[in-house]
Every structure is written in structure tokens, then in C-alpha cells.
């Protein structure tokens, strides 16, 4: 008989159908867990197989959906191995030695960090250990089914092929928005699925056919890899508290047939279909002829909610997360001041980058390290697919495995040390591979010469099972007044890439203007001449105005604006005036008034805070600024706080002016120079995960002049401690919202007070009162962040004393 | 799905309910739009039957002894257990509100709380309706945390309403809703009208000391 492999995508593959109403309807209660029953009553698990063997499927599904340690932390191992037991019983019950065991893989029930707090290893680890025990007890396959979060469901894929080398089928499930619980479309679900090698991928549960078919219908113009649809009986209804689905066996085979029709060769059912579904499905369509599927080979970055199509119009990737000369970036990787490296992501963004660059490679750091920290960071913040830019593979593989989605790799080239390195981490964790036409021969000087390497990466590529798709091509742009036929030279390159491979292709743009004046001035022109060639992507940086400008008017020129109306948008507000300005989202700078900077700071006015603290520095030093204008006007405003004439946002908005002139400050100082009046540690106690007052209390330490060490949210007390025996902390500021992690705050200080007897600590938030932080042993309670700034200065001055 | 109501944003904020600052409306403006643009509000709900005896009130299978939530349901022979959330997407825009200052995190903040609560306000208009059909009133929504009644009920109330599956809300180890916009509510079915208020703070036993409330209304 042919292997699964080789069927899949050839012939019709039929699968089993519901099974939750059915194991209710033979005495099941609402609330037992229905995996139990592998243990408890075997013959009706035996009975549910059966029917579907009897109904003709060709796979059927261990009832093992909600078996992991979660819900069964004593006997796991039992139920999973029951289960599949079973099948195999069943199985020859019914004389069906042909039909293939699915072990049936569910969500966990738990939420991924950083939404909810199961870390991605820890949810490998737990589908691990299920696909270790169900395919050692004989499993045929393994599907992973109903995710609702894709990044579960890449955990689960990577889980299953680290520990069998079974087909792995992986389903996922969408509302009627079309979109997955976590924000992922059904493009980008398919494109991160098809990256992470599994054999066939599709949708099941929550929609009926009808309302799938046009999910469906994405999907299979998105992706090259074969496709499963189960959908439920319809949508559920619910009568006398019970849930039920209505679509009779015909009205579902209909519905399949036409589904069947958009290229779908592999069918069964979920919630609410029975054994009749499912035959009178292979009644309908089996006796059609097997559809041609189409292979759309489009091109996808994806994040966990967002996605970037290459290949189309041109995509900007935004290259400003890059120490590469810069010395506040440096000082920023150096101090692991994640804000400032989040912040210049999102700057970009706002100035509209399709996709993030992300390297962080400084000889002195731990690169695998942080750049592991900046992408979960990032990811947390944005929705912007990734580029993963580093020449560590240590470092690309943590990056790629923690990363949600289907990132871009940067990069790999024609040397076979590098292929080596980076192709099988390709291959692994999906993505859109770049591909540097250089070689051990250096970088060919003709365009024959990079194309012939282009051609040698893919031949390599096949070796790994990479599509042609996911590789795009660096044209590579050289300094062109070094040699005046070198942008000739990359753009032919490109343009041949795109027409005689169908390749995408991207170019870091600036490298062109080396040594020349007015560089962003030839580096727009060349960013349009090399999309007319039919450049895919463009590395930049969106927040210079000169080529936002080349970019938009190439766009407009090239029919990928339609209407000029990204054109008119961005510029129609600067009329005919002379000179480029594009519009940008600034809301302080509408407001022009006073740039006095005391009024400034006071008015919480941020561009003029800047502007004017540039003026000041002409003729002042920064020290004589902080103590003439920013600490006084800072004090007005926390003292019209304490006394509430000046509310919360008003204090923030004062507060954000004012780190705002810091920072410009900062870049004219010396390092060192800055005086510091001492480090504070800050943190969220340990299983609370409200962050928003401590980073208010932070922002003003800050800029009050304490150095924040700040631990971040839900903080294990030995970090707490460790972090506080370690810089010899003198204060420590702990914060809870909810009174039930008030207990892990009492622990904290419990700690603290152990290992480092005279670090002194103040609390605070929401539920935390003057008897509640005397009762858990604080030395002090801060009502909020002005009292906390205050008792620091308290501590502080005692100490110097 | 009903407005956000500024009011609640600018006590979050800390502010005084009534007075507006242009320069902070703009920025809850702002907020609004995005969140409302971004979210993808969902809910889910189940009916079970319900007995009260004393302070002890029973379930779906649950047995907890709360004398708030008792009061509140006394006269219901049925409960509704709902939960709703504004998804995934609203911690994130949080998140990275928080990063770009601590103004727009709090902003944010705030905004997706009173958001959050206008979408749980509509789910019990829902919920209302349906209880009209069936000839009974709503009494006001209790959510564990409430008064007496212990967070740790939240266990229970995601066994009945398996909303992990159809809205992706979870809980954590410690007994927080992730997304953290969430809302989980008991609302009881009978055929009188509460005798205790809609004005949820005043049937609360943490009201005198509870910071959201200004000084003005704890009089």
C-alpha cells in the first residue's frame, strides 16, 4: 500500500467526524473530561471509532483532544496509550486494518506568554511528551487540531517532529471574521504552518461549511501545501442550556462537495457531525475525480497577527534596530535598555515599515541572548513580521525557534559554509530566507555572475525542501562612485532574479551613495529605478523624508498606489510649498507655543521641550539645565499633583517632556557624566501582571535622577532578592494590584528582609494602604509616584549623611 | 456595542470624572479609535439552575458560600454565567502604548477598562433580552472579586462556560484572566428586581476604601 505521504494531495483522504455529542449522547456529563472514558468505560470509546470505520474514513482520531498534563497530571501517559490502543482495536473489530490511527493533538487551554504565562519551551515540553507516548503506542500520524492561537500550534508542530518523523497534519480554527483567536488571517496561518514542514494544514471546528468555504478559499490561493477541511455541523445553537447543530447529512455532503471543488482533497467533519455526515460526504464526493491543485507559490512574512506579502508592491523593511553606528543604540544593547531598542521599532512603524530589521550584534553582548529578549519584546508590541538579521547561528536559531510567525532570515549566501549553517534552520523553523549573490569567490562583478549564484542557493535549497518562494535574492547594491557601473550591475541582477527565476528580491539601498554628498538624494532616485526592475522589498529607514518621498512617488508611478491615494495622503498637506513634508504623526508639534523650557516641561510640550533644550544647550551646560528649568519645573508639577490641582496624565505628560529634553541631553554629555543620585530596583511582585503604575513610578525616578532597574511584571522573589544582593541596592519598590498577589508581595519583602537586611522597601498600588504595607513588613507605603520619588529622596539623603 | 463611557477613563486616569482636559480627550480619542478599530470583542454565556439557602448558593455544580452574592441573587431560580473579553489585540496595543510613554500606557490602560465594561454592559443587554423572553428580570451582574466573593470561583466558571475554546480567554496560575481585558459575570435570573441598587459600589463591602473612587462619592 502507497505511504500517506504519497497519497495525500493525490486521492480523496476521508476523516472521522465529531465526537464530543456523541460521547454525551452515550451518558458523557457536562464537565467530566471525555478522555477519562479511554480508562473508565473502553467499549464505547471502541463504539465511537467504529461507527466512523464503518462510515468508510480513512482516519480517524485517538480521543486524546484534551489529554496533556494540565488535565491529567497523574496518568497521562495511561490515557494517551489507552486511547490508541483502542483504535487499534476497534480497527480490526470492524476490519478496517486499512485506516490509519490519528493521534489527536488539542490546544492546552492555556495562553501563550506574552499574552497568558505558559512559556513556548514549557508548551513544547507538554505536546512532547504526548506525541512521545501515543507514537510509541502506535500512531500513524499526528494531528494537531482545533488551535485557536498559532503560535500553540507551532509549538505543537515543532514538539511533534522533534520526537517522530510521523505526517504531522495541523488544523487550525478561525471566527466568522475570518480570523484566528490571536489575530492570525488565514494567509498567514497557512504561510507559518507550510514554513514549519507539516504535511497538509487546513481549518476545523467553530464554522459550519458554509461560512468556511471562503476561509478555505484563501487558503488554498495562499498556500502550496495540501489542505484539510472539518467543520462542524454548522454554527452552534443552543436549546434548554444544551448546544447543538443542525446541518442534516446531506445539506453537509452538499456544502463539502463544493468545498471539495476549490482543490480540497482531504475532508471529514468536527462538533456536531456523526458517523452519517461523514458517509454521506464519501457517498458524494469519492466518486468525483481527484481536483488539480493549483500551486499559487506567493510569498508571506508573517508575524502571529500580521503579515507582509512580497512580491507585489514593493515592502519597506525598516533597518533602524542596527547598532551599526550609532552611540546611543550601542549604549542602549550595552545597558539592555529594551525601551529605547522596542521604541526605534516602533517608530518605524508609525512612519510605516512593512517589516523590522532586528539585529543587535555588539562583540561585547551576548547577541543570542538579546536578540532572543528584543524579538519577544517586540513581538509583544507590534504586529510587524520580523527580519531576523545576524550572522550567529546560535543566535538565529533562538531568535526563529521563540519567534510567532514566519520571519525573514538575513541572511544567507552562496558560500557552502553558510548554506550549511542556515538552511537547515530555514528548513526547520520556516521563513523567507535572504540570499546574498555573493560567494567563496567574493561578489561576482556582473550580473551573470550573481545570477549564476542565485542559481546555485536554490539548487542548494532543494536539497532542504525550502520553496523557491521563500528565498529571496539580494541583488546586493555597491558603492557606485567607486565603480559608475555598479548600479547597472545590481539592477540587471534584480531584474533578471525576478523574470528568469520568479524570485523575489531586496536590496539594503543606502550602501549605493557611499562617499557621496546628499546621499539620501541618489539613494531615492535608486530605490525607484530598482523597483521599476521589480524590487520586492527595500531595507530603509521610513522616517527619512527624502526617501519615504522616492518611495511614494515610485509607488505611485508603478501602479502600486491606487489612485495616488498613499501619494495625495501623505502629501497633500504641504501644498506647493517648497521642500519635502510628509505627514507624521506628531501631535505636539500642532501646537506651537512658548518654547521657553520651563513652560515646556510644565505644559508637557514634547517637540518644543527638545527644541528648546537644544537652544539651552548654545550656552548652558546640561547640568545647569536639569537644575535650572527641568527639576523646578518638574516639582511645580508634582507639587499641583500632591495638592490635585494637577491630575495623573497631566503629571505624565510633564514627566514624557521632560525625559524627552534627558534624552536630548544625554546625547551631548560625556558618558559618566550624568550624575546619579542612586539605582532603584522596581517590580511587579510575582503572579500579578499589571505593569502600567510601576512604569509610571519608574518614568518619574527617572527623571528625578534615579537609575531603574526595572524587573518587569509577574517577578519571582529570588530575582527580586538576587538582583538586590547583586548591585547592592539601597531601595527596592514593589508593586500589586490585585489583593491576591498582595501575599507574593509579603513573601518578597520576606526575602529581601533575609538576604539583604538594610535595603529599605516602599509599596504600592491599587488595593495596598498605610496598615496593609505595615502588616507585610514595607518600611514604607507610596500612595503614588510623586510619594515614591519623595521617599527615595528620603532614603537617599539619609544615606548620604 | 455601547460607547465607552469617558467618565470611567478619566477616573482611571485619576482625574476628575467631570472635568476635560483638551489635551488628555485627544489622547483617549486616539485610544478609542484604535482599540475599537483593532478589538475583536467576543463573549459567551451558558444558563444553569440555581439554589440559594442562606448565604450558601449553588451552581452548576458549585457550592460557595459568599453573603454578597447570595443577597444579590436572592429570588433567582436561574443564573447566567457570562464572560466576555476585548481579545488579544488590546493587550498588545497596552503594551505598546506603555513603551512609547507612560502617559499613553496609561491612556490606554484606561480606555480598553472602559471599553472592556461597555462591552460587558452590552452582553447583559443581551442577556436582559433573553431573560424578557423567558418572563424574568436580571438582577446586577456579580463578578468574583466582587464583596466576598473569592477569585478563585473563576475555575469553576470556565468549566461552565468553556470560553478558553470559543473567545481564547485563559487563566493564569494565579487566577487572572489573560487577555487581561476580560470580564467573567454571574448574573441572576428571577422574577422580581433586585432589591439591591445597579450602582455597583454601593452593594459593595470594599466600597469606603476602594481608590477608584473619589472622595466625593464615598460620602
Redesign the interface.
Known amino acids: 500500500m502507497k505511504s500517506l505521504r504519497d497519497r495525500i494531495g493525490k486521492e480523496w483522504i476521508f476523516f472521522d467526524g465529531g465526537s464530543g455529542t456523541l460521547l454525551q449522547k452515550m451518558g458523557l456529563k457536562g464537565g467530566e473530561l471525555p478522555e477519562r472514558w479511554n480508562l473508565t468505560h473502553p467499549e464505547r470509546i471502541i463504539e465511537l471509532y467504529s461507527g466512523y470505520l464503518n462510515a468508510g474514513c480513512h482516519i480517524f482520531n485517538t480521543n486524546t483532544f484534551g489529554a496533556n498534563r494540565f488535565h491529567y497530571p497523574e496518568d497521562l501517559d495511561e490515557v494517551v496509550s489507552a486511547a490508541v490502543r483502542l483504535a487499534d482495536q476497534a480497527r480490526k473489530q470492524t476490519g478496517r486494518k486499512d485506516a490509519l490511527i490519528a493521534l489527536d493533538i488539542g490546544p492546552t487551554g492555556k495562553l501563550l506568554e506574552p499574552i497568558g504565562d505558559l512559556s513556548f519551551e514549557e508548551a513544547v515540553d507538554v505536546f512532547a511528551s504526548v506525541v512521545r507516548t501515543g507514537v510509541s503506542a502506535g500512531a500513524d500520524l499526528v494531528l494537531i487540531e482545533t488551535m485557536s492561537d498559532i503560535y500553540e500550534a507551532k509549538a505543537a508542530v515543532i514538539a511533534t517532529k522533534e520526537n517522530c518523523d510521523l505526517p504531522v497534519f495541523c488544523t487550525v480554527t478561525f471566527d466568522q471574521n475570518a480570523k484566528m483567536l490571536t489575530g492570525a488571517s488565514a494567509e498567514g496561518a497557512a504561510a507559518i504552518l507550510e514554513g514549519l514542514g507539516v504535511d497538509a494544514l487546513g481549518v476545523n471546528c467553530s464554522l459550519g461549511p458554509k461560512e468556511m468555504f471562503p476561509i478555505v478559499e484563501r487558503i488554498v490561493n495562499a498556500s502550496d501545501v495540501p489542505v484539510i477541511v472539518n467543520p462542524n455541523a454548522g454554527l452552534p445553537k443552543t436549546k434548554n442550556g444544551m448546544t447543538y447543530y443542525d446541518i442534516t447529512p446531506d445539506d453537509f455532503a452538499g456544502y463539502m462537495e463544493k468545498i471539495a471543488g476549490l482543490g480540497v482533497t482531504m475532508l471529514g467533519g468536527c462538533c456536531g457531525t456523526t458517523p452519517k455526515h461523514i458517509s454521506r460526504l464519501i457517498e458524494t464526493v469519492s466518486c468525483k475525480p481527484v481536483p488539480e491543485r493549483k500551486q499559487p507559490g506567493r510569498t508571506f512574512a508573517a508575524s502571529g497577527s500580521g503579515i507582509a506579502e512580497l512580491g507585489k508592491k514593493t515592502k519597506i523593511i525598516g533597518e533602524r534596530i542596527n547598532p551599526t553606528g550609532k552611540k546611543i543604540f550601542k549604549q542602549a544593547l550595552r545597558e539592555k535598555n529594551y525601551d529605547y531598542i522596542i521604541g526605534e521599532g516602533l517608530k518605524q512603524e508609525d512612519g510605516g515599515a512593512d517589516l523590522l530589521d532586528v539585529n543587535v550584534g555588539l562583540p561585547e553582548i551576548d547577541e543570542a541572548e538579546m536578540l532572543e529578549t528584543v524579538v519577544r519584546k517586540l513581538q509583544s508590541v507590534t504586529t510587524l513580521p520580523l527580519q531576523i538579521d545576524t550572522s550567529d547561528p546560535v543566535a538565529l536559531e533562538r531568535a526563529l525557534r521563540i519567534y510567532n510567525g514566519k520571519a525573514m532570515i538575513n541572511s544567507v549566501n552562496g558560500k557552502q559554509e553558510s548554506m550549511d549553517a542556515v538552511m537547515p534552520l530555514a528548513a526547520k523553523y520556516g521563513g523567507v530566507l535572504v540570499a546574498l549573490c555573493l560567494d567563496e569567490n567574493g561578489i561576482p562583478d556582473t550580473a551573470e555572475g550573481r545570477f549564476a549564484v542565485a542559481e546555485k542557493i536554490l539548487k542548494e535549497a532543494e536539497k532542504y525542501h525550502i520553496r523557491r518562494k521563500d528565498i529571496v535574492f539580494d541583488g546586493l547594491a555597491m558603492t557606485v562612485s567607486s565603480d559608475s557601473k555598479s548600479a547597472l550591475v545590481t539592477l540587471e541582477t534584480i531584474r533578471r532574479i525576478r523574470e528568469e527565476l520568479g524570485c523575489c528580491t531586496v536590496l539594503g539601498v543606502s550602501n549605493i551613495s557611499f562617499g557621496l554628498p546628499q546621499r539620501q538624494m541618489i539613494n531615492s532616485f535608486f530605490l525607484a529605478m530598482a523597483m521599476q526592475n521589480g524590487l520586492s522589498c527595500a531595507i530603509i529607514n521610513p522616517n527619512n523624508d527624502t526617501m519615504m518621498a522616492g518611495y511614494l512617488s515610485a509607488c505611485a508611478l508603478l501602479n502600486q498606489d491606487p489612485q495616488c491615494g498613499e501619494y495625495i495622503s501623505a502629501f497633500a498637506a504641504a501644498g506647493e510649498s517648497a521642500g519635502l513634508s510628509l505627514k507624521r504623526n506628531d501631535a505636539s508639534a500642532v501646537q506651537n507655543q512658548g518654547t521657553d523650557l520651563f513652560s515646556c516641561i510644565e505644559r508637557g510640550l514634547i517637540s518644543q521641550a527638545e527644541k528648546a533644550v537644544s537652544e539651552q544647550l548654545k550656552v548652558k551646560k546640561p547640568l545647569d539645565i536639569i537644575d535650572e528649568f527641568l527639576i523646578p519645573a518638574l516639582d511645580k508639577v508634582g507639587q499641583g499633583f500632591e495638592k490635585g490641582t494637577v491630575f495623573l496624565p497631566q503629571l505624565l505628560m510633564s514627566a514624557d517632556a521632560a525625559k524627552a529634553a534627558f534624552a536630548v541631553m544625554k546625547n551631548a554629555m560625556e558618558p559618566g557624566s550624568q550624575s546619579i543620585k542612586g539605582d532603584v530596583i522596581l517590580a511587579t511582585v510575582k503572579g500579578d501582571i499589571h505593569d502600567i503604575g510601576k512604569n509610571i513610578v519608574k518614568v518619574m525616578l527617572e527623571n528625578y535622577g534615579y537609575n531603574v532597574i526595572d524587573l518587569g511584571k509577574d517577578v519571582d522573589p529570588e530575582l527580586i532578592a538576587d538582583t538586590a544582593v547583586e548591585k547592592n541596592i539601597k531601595l527596592v519598590g514593589l508593586s500589586a494590584l490585585m489583593t491576591t498577589t498582595v501575599v507574593s508581595m509579603e513573601e518578597t519583602i520576606r526575602l529581601l528582609r533575609k538576604r539583604k537586611p538594610d535595603t529599605k522597601i516602599v509599596v504600592g498600588g491599587a488595593v495596598l494602604t498605610q496598615e496593609y504595607a505595615d502588616m507585610i513588613g514595607a518600611d514604607a507605603y507610596a500612595k503614588d509616584a510623586m510619594a515614591t520619588v519623595r521617599y527615595a529622596d528620603s532614603v537617599f539623603s539619609d544615606h548620604e549623611n | 456595542m455601547r460607547k465607552a463611557d469617558r467618565r470611567e477613563i478619566r477616573r482611571y486616569?485619576?482625574?476628575?470624572p467631570l472635568t476635560e482636559?483638551p489635551?488628555?480627550e485627544?489622547?483617549i480619542t486616539?485610544a478609542l479609535g484604535k482599540l475599537e478599530k483593532a478589538c475583536?470583542p467576543?463573549y459567551g454565556r451558558?444558563?444553569?439552575d440555581l439554589s440559594v439557602e442562606g448565604d450558601t448558593v449553588s451552581f452548576?455544580?458549585i457550592e460557595t458560600v459568599s453573603r454578597n452574592l447570595a443577597a444579590n441573587l436572592s429570588g433567582c431560580d436561574e443564573v447566567c454565567v457570562m464572560a466576555c473579553t476585548l481579545?488579544?489585540?488590546a493587550?498588545?496595543m497596552?503594551?505598546?502604548a506603555?513603551?512609547?510613554?507612560?502617559?499613553e500606557?496609561?491612556?490606554y490602560?484606561a480606555s480598553a477598562s472602559a471599553m472592556a465594561e461597555a462591552w460587558c454592559e452590552t452582553v447583559n443587554d443581551l442577556i436582559r433580552e433573553e431573560a424578557e423572553k423567558k418572563g424574568k428580570v436580571c438582577h446586577p451582574r456579580f463578578s468574583p472579586?466582587y464583596g466576598d466573593l473569592s477569585?478563585s470561583l473563576q475555575k469553576d466558571l470556565f468549566?461552565?462556560v468553556p470560553i478558553?475554546?470559543?473567545?481564547?480567554v485563559?487563566?493564569?496560575?494565579?487566577?487572572?484572566m489573560?487577555?487581561?481585558k476580560s470580564v467573567t459575570a454571574l448574573i441572576g435570573l428571577g422574577y422580581e428586581e433586585c432589591g439591591t441598587s445597579e450602582n455597583k459600589c454601593i452593594n459593595c463591602t470594599m466600597a469606603d476604601?476602594c481608590?477608584?473612587r473619589t472622595e466625593g462619592e464615598k460620602e
Request: aromatic residues 4%.
Open positions: 486616569l485619576g482625574m476628575d482636559d489635551r488628555i485627544e489622547r486616539e475583536s467576543s451558558e444558563y444553569v452548576g455544580g481579545g488579544a489585540e493587550d498588545r497596552i503594551r505598546r506603555s513603551v512609547i510613554s507612560a502617559l500606557g496609561a491612556v490602560q472579586g477569585l468549566r461552565i478558553t475554546k470559543t473567545t481564547g485563559s487563566l493564569t496560575e494565579s487566577m487572572l489573560v487577555p487581561v476604601e481608590p477608584y
